[in-house]
Each structure stands twice: as C-alpha cells, then as structure tokens.
C-alpha cells in the first residue's frame, strides 16, 4: 500500500488530523524511506494545499513566509548534511511552505536537544549503567480462571507450586519456575502460567530449561504448564531475553500479536503490542517470522533489528504484516529501560514517552499529536516521580496536558492546521519565519 502515492497522501492527510494509527504512523515512516526527498516533500505539499482549500478561514492571510529566513535556515542544514541537497518546491499557501520547512529543518538536523546527565551517585546512590537491582523486582504469577500470588521485592524462598511448575524467589531476585522431575503432567485444565508486571515494577523470569527473560513494567509472559508445550511462550510488553548457549539442540519460539521469534540460542530484546513486533539481537542468530503470510527474516548480527508491522488490506476484515530491517540498531538505547539511571541522547521524543509512560504507569491518548521530528536528550532516575518525567518533556518543547492518569499532546481548544503547526515548530524557530504585512 505505501507504494501507492495516495495511500501515502491519506497517512499525511490523517497525521494532519491527528487521527493517525500507531500501524499507519509506522507505514508513514516507512515510505519516508521509499520515496526520495523530493517526492515526499512534493506529496506532503499537495496535502497541505488540499487541506488550504478546505478551510473557510485563513488565520494566516495577513502574514507572509519571509523566504530569505527559510533559504537560509535550509542552506545551513545542507551543509551540515555533507552536501545533500534537499529539493523546496514553491506551495500555494503560507501554511504549507511552513510544514514542508518542518520536514526539511527535521530532516537535515534531528531536531536535536541538549544533553545533560544526573551527577553521579545522584540516582539512589549508584553507579552510571548499573542496572536496576534484581532485590526490588516485584510481579504478580497468575494462573487457571482467577489464581494469582503477588511477589513483593522482600519475598524470597518457595512461592506456590502449580501443576508440575515449582515457583520460587532467589536472594538475588531472580523468580525461578522449576519443573519438579517426581510430578507428572496432569489434566487439570490450566494450559499456561503468567507472569506480569505492573507500573514501576521489572522481573526477572528464570524458565526450567535455563532461558531467562527479564520483563519492563507493564508486561506479561506466558509459559506452558505441561512438558508438551516445549521451548514455546507468549509475550506482550517488553522483555529482553537471553537464552543458554549459541547453537543449541532446543528451538525456542516467542509468540507476539503478529510474528513468531525463533532462536537455537541467543540474546535479544522485544518490544510486542498490538500489531507491532520490534526485536534486537545482540548475540546468536534470531528468526522473525510472520504470524500470517510466513514471511521471514533472519537477525544474525550485533545490532541487527527486524520490525513487523501489521495494516489493513483494502478488502474488509484482511490484513497484512510486513517486515524491516536495518543492520544498524543501538542496543545501548533498546537496553535503557533496564538501567537505574535511563540515558537518552537525541532519541525520538514519542519513544522516550512510549518507555516513560510504560515505567510510570501513565496512559497518553494520542501519540500521534506527538511531533515526529520532535527528539529529547535527558538523564532520568528510575526512582524519579512523574513530575520530573512531565518537565523534561515539557524542555524539549513540546506541551502536554494530564487529567485523572491520561495524558494527552493534543491541545483541546486548538484543532486547525495553524494550531497543529504551532504545537510542532518551537516559538524560536516561528519567531523567524514570518514577518507581518
């Protein structure tokens, strides 16, 4: 579909609207890569115009683009791209040569932040890179219609037993399921143990046959009770894995909403929603599979990451995975959310609150109302309260809006294009681009 143009031109038209999907968000960054520079940037305007017409009223027909300010910032930012040459085409409305200067001011710098770090020792008295003790991590194993234990970072010893599966807590805090080898399995209706964490909480899973998984706040892990479910499990959330040996005899599968991971051995991260696969190896060699059409592809180098993404078909009710991969991941900003002190340099802003938001516990309404070009650079304590989380977001220039646990980006009282771009482009840059006539 995004090999179509006007497939393309929706997905802009529904960013415009805030009505963007995380699938389709994810479809639109994908044909930023299919489509030259000049091709994006004409399609985008042809949006942009289309949209001018519809409006009855143009809060900016008193106002002109001061396009010297514009050949000059662009000019600057080519050069600083090594030469590349970005073509600007000429637009019918100030509007829309405003947004295609996001595009290129985005594209040619990052839109990058400053950078500052927590002194050391600052984030409950550890170290830089340490990861956040094993002794506070806490979760809750369920199991059958209703059964539940909850493991508290102070627990420690034998847990429950469930089915031939002996759970219990190390002093290291590390939770083993032990299968006993004097049970045998029984038909007792429970298919699966769970284990899930909540805000604030990690876990590390240790399965019998050695495979540990360590689970961020806000995930679950689904492990087959009886010898017969083999080296399988579920995941949602997201887990870094780390499975014994490199070439082992024993095939592991974890299944996500859209793709079967498969590894004889290896270190990987996951992130697995609803529709969205992305996993990064770090060692051994990791097959991604789709869950419908058995496409594949194989991660078989440091870095390597693979994202599956599934969208809808035009036919009703049918839709699709499709599968990226890049050589050039950074396991550094994949493994962040497992350190006491989390570092993000010039990372995208709507993934530093995707993680933020899944440690805190906070719910945001609307990602897409998150600008795309928009990047935070910041040090965060995991210990640190929301309001630190909200204020640093709030320096990278971007505004948000917190009521009863949801937080939204989208301004409630400002819904036109004008407005949207407001909220994208900071007051430093919008300062410069227009002159009043």
Same mark, same amino acid.
């Given at each position: 579909?995004?090999?179509?143009?006007?497939?393309?031109?929706?997905? #802009?038209? =529904?960013?415009?609207?805030g009505?963007?999907?995380?699938i389709?968000?994810?479809?639109?960054?994908?044909?930023?890569k299919? +489509?030259?520079d000049?091709?994006?940037?004409?399609?985008?305007?042809e949006?942009?115009?289309?949209?001018?017409?519809?409006?009855?009223?143009?809060?900016?027909?008193?106002w002109?683009?001061?396009?010297a300010?514009?050949?000059?910032?662009?000019?600057?930012?080519?050069r600083?791209?090594?030469?590349?040459?970005?073509?600007?085409?000429?637009?019918?409305? %100030?509007?829309?040569a405003?947004?295609?200067?996001?595009?290129?001011?985005?594209?040619m710098?990052?839109?990058?932040?400053?950078?500052?770090?927590?002194?050391? /020792?600052?984030?409950?008295?550890?170290?830089?890179?340490?990861?956040?003790?094993?002794?506070?991590? %806490?979760?809750?194993?369920?199991?059958?219609d209703?059964?539940?234990?909850?493991?508290?970072?102070?627990?420690?010893? /034998?847990?429950?037993?469930?089915?031939?599966?002996?759970?219990?807590?190390?002093?290291? /805090?590390?939770?083993?399921?032990?299968?006993?080898?004097?049970?045998?399995?029984?038909?007792?209706?429970?298919?699966?143990?769970?284990?899930?964490?909540?805000?604030?909480?990690?876990?590390?899973?240790?399965?019998?046959?050695?495979?540990?998984?360590?689970?961020?706040?806000g995930?679950?892990?689904?492990?087959?009770?009886?010898?017969?479910?083999?080296?399988?499990?579920?995941?949602?959330?997201?887990?870094?894995?780390?499975?014994?040996?490199?070439?082992?005899?024993?095939?592991?599968?974890?299944?996500?909403?859209?793709?079967?991971?498969?590894?004889?051995?290896g270190?990987?991260?996951?992130?697995?929603?609803?529709?969205?696969?992305?996993? #990064?190896?770090?060692?051994?060699?990791?097959?991604?599979?789709? /869950?419908?059409?058995?496409?594949?592809?194989?991660?078989?180098? +440091?870095? %390597?990451?693979?994202?599956?993404?599934? +969208?809808?078909?035009?036919?009703?009710?049918?839709?699709?995975?499709?599968?990226?991969?890049?050589?050039?991941?950074?396991?550094?900003?994949?493994?962040?959310?497992?350190?006491?002190?989390?570092?993000?340099?010039?990372?995208?802003?709507?993934?530093?609150?995707?993680e933020?938001?899944?440690?805190?516990g906070?719910?945001? =309404?609307?990602?897409?109302?998150?600008?795309?070009?928009?990047?935070?650079?910041?040090?965060?304590?995991y210990?640190?309260?929301?309001?630190?989380?909200?204020?640093a977001i709030?320096?990278?220039?971007?505004?948000?809006?917190e009521?009863?646990?949801?937080?939204?980006?989208?301004?409630?009282?400002?819904?036109?294009?004008?407005?949207?771009?407001?909220?994208?482009?900071?007051?430093?840059?919008?300062?410069?681009?227009?002159?009043?006539?």
């Open positions: 579909m995004i090999h179509k143009p006007e497939y393309v031109k929706e997905l #802009m038209r =529904k960013q415009l609207e009505s963007l999907t995380p389709e968000a994810a479809q639109l960054e994908a044909a930023r299919i +489509y030259d000049g091709e994006f940037i004409r399609m985008a305007s949006v942009l115009q289309a949209t001018e017409g519809e409006r009855s009223d143009d809060p900016l027909k008193y002109k683009p001061d396009f300010r514009i050949k000059e910032i662009a000019e600057r930012g080519r600083n791209r090594n030469g590349q040459l970005l073509m600007f085409l000429k637009v019918g409305g %100030a509007a829309a405003v947004v295609l200067l996001v595009l290129l001011i985005g594209h710098t990052g839109g990058r932040q400053p950078s500052f770090d927590l002194p050391e /020792g600052e984030c409950a008295g550890l170290p830089r890179d340490m990861d956040i003790p094993a002794s506070e991590f %806490a979760c809750t194993v369920r199991w059958g209703s059964s539940e234990v909850r493991i508290g970072s102070g627990d420690s010893g /034998g847990i429950t037993q469930i089915g031939t599966i002996a759970v219990s807590k190390n002093r290291k /805090g590390i939770l083993k399921l032990t299968r006993l080898a004097q049970a045998w399995d029984t038909d007792t209706g429970m298919h699966d143990i769970s284990v899930a964490t909540s805000a604030r909480q990690q876990c590390i899973v240790e399965l019998p046959d050695g495979v540990r998984v360590r689970l961020n706040a995930s679950e892990l689904r492990f087959p009770l009886t010898r017969s479910g083999g080296g399988r499990m579920r995941l949602l959330g997201q887990a870094h894995v780390r499975m014994p040996g490199r070439n082992s005899t024993i095939r592991y599968v974890i299944e996500t909403s859209n793709t079967l991971l498969e590894s004889y051995g270190d990987f991260t996951v992130l697995a929603l609803e529709g969205y696969t992305r996993t #990064m190896l770090m060692g051994g060699r990791l097959v991604v599979r789709t /869950g419908k059409e058995k496409r594949q592809l194989e991660l078989d180098c +440091y870095g %390597a990451l693979g994202v599956a993404v599934r +969208y809808p078909r035009q036919k009703k009710d049918v839709s699709a995975d499709s599968l990226f991969y890049s050589p050039d991941g950074n396991p550094g900003e994949e493994l962040a959310w497992t350190k006491a002190l989390r570092t993000y340099k010039d990372v995208p802003l709507r993934q530093f609150v995707a933020t938001s899944r440690w805190q906070f719910r945001v =309404k609307n990602f897409n109302c998150i600008p795309a070009n928009a990047r935070i650079s910041t040090s965060v304590c210990k640190a309260p929301m309001n630190e989380i909200f204020a709030r320096d990278a220039g971007v505004s948000l809006y009521s009863k646990g949801m937080v939204s980006f989208c301004d409630p009282d400002k819904s036109t294009i004008i407005q949207w771009l407001r909220r994208t482009i900071p007051k430093s840059v919008t300062s410069t681009l227009y002159t009043r006539t």
